[in-house]
Every structure is written in structure tokens, then in C-alpha cells.
């Protein structure tokens, strides 16, 4: 599961240039921040998502699919379940009902 991490690598607005112990100028610092701030325009919430289902050959949507299979062992007849993998297609880019806030938006929701 997982995988909601941003693979974007960039500058938060809040993250100095002298955060690693660099004795830099003030001016300096405050214009850095300043510039970040006017370049980063995105919204920390999320309206769609990768979806997880797939579809079959049928047009059928689902998690998983199976086939049943009859396995003659021994003059006995048993029924197995088979997994498919092949000839799947994924459903795609899923709009959300409710906007979520990204994993990697760096702010306090809730203070206790």
C-alpha cells in the first residue's frame, strides 16, 4: 500500500538558506524566503488519487480476480481457485468525494 510521498523534490517556504549552520546575512535569508514564497502556488490538498481496481476481459471491476479450475488428483475431482494476472486493466486516476491534505504538506493540524 503506501506510495503517497511526493517524488518532487523542491524548497518549502519556511526552510532558510542558513538552516545548516551558515552564518549568512539576514537580507539575504529574507529575500531567499520571499522568493520561495512567490514561486510556490500549489495547494496542499488532494482531489484525485491512483486507484487500485482493475478491470477484466469482461468489463468487470474488482481488487482481484479468480478462476475456477477442476484439479483431478488421484480419480478425485476438487475445484481450486486460480488467480489471474493476465489481461488486467487498471482503472486509472480517481476523482476523491472530499479534497485530502498531502502527506507531505508540513504544517500542525491539531495541537494538544
Not at 52 to 80: C, I, M, P, Q, W
Request: proline content about 4%.
Amino acid at each position: 500500500m503506501g506510495g503517497s510521498g511526493s517524488k518532487v523534490k523542491g524548497a518549502w517556504p519556511f526552510v532558510g538558506s542558513g538552516a545548516g549552520g551558515d552564518s549568512g546575512s539576514e537580507g539575504q535569508e529574507d529575500q531567499s524566503l520571499t522568493r520561495l514564497k512567490g514561486t510556490r502556488k500549489a495547494t496542499p490538498f488532494i482531489f484525485t488519487r491512483r486507484s487500485s481496481l482493475y478491470y477484466d476481459e469482461d468489463g468487470d471491476l474488482a481488487h482481484e480476480f479468480y478462476e475456477e479450475t477442476v484439479v483431478t488428483k488421484n480419480g478425485r475431482k476438487r475445484s481450486k481457485l486460480k488467480r489471474i494476472q493476465k489481461n488486467l486493466i487498471p482503472q486509472g486516476i480517481v476523482k476523491l468525494n472530499h479534497p485530502r491534505i498531502h502527506v507531505d504538506f508540513p504544517v500542525i493540524l491539531c495541537e494538544v
